[in-house]
């Protein structure tokens, strides 16, 4: 299994002409603002790809696997993605 690391994306930016600095910043931004929208509530939608949403979880009573002792979770904010039906396609033709 491969990880495409920040650093591999500023390096497919570089392939466009621009410095590894530029690289680097434009990717940079890219994430901010994704992570930024997302602290505001709000859905990024990136056509072709997907999109990112922050979902609340409720509150609820887990179980410690290891003691079984009850454990209370309190509500919560996650990050969910919802893949693209593109991306979806995509990815089940390679085989």
């Known amino acids: 299994m491969i990880t495409v ?4 994306l500023a390096k497919k930016v570089e392939e466009l ?11 940079q931004k890219i994430i901010d603002t994704i992570v ?7 859905k990024v939608h990136i056509t072709g790809f ?8 409720r509150a609820r009573i887990a ?4 003691t079984g002792a009850k454990v209370d979770l309190p509500e ?6 919802k893949a693209s039906k ?3 396609s995509d990815i089940r033709s390679i085989g």
């Open 76 to 81: 919560r904010k996650t990050v969910f993605f």
């Open 50 to 57: 997907g999109s990112f949403n922050v979902k609340i979880k």
């Open 63 to 66: 179980r410690n696997p290891k």
């Open 5 to 8: 690391a920040k650093a591999d």
């Open 17 to 27: 002409g621009v410095t590894g600095k530029i690289a680097n910043i434009s990717v």
């Open 86 to 88: 593109e991306l979806k």
């Open 36 to 42: 930024n929208t997302l602290k505001q509530n709000e």
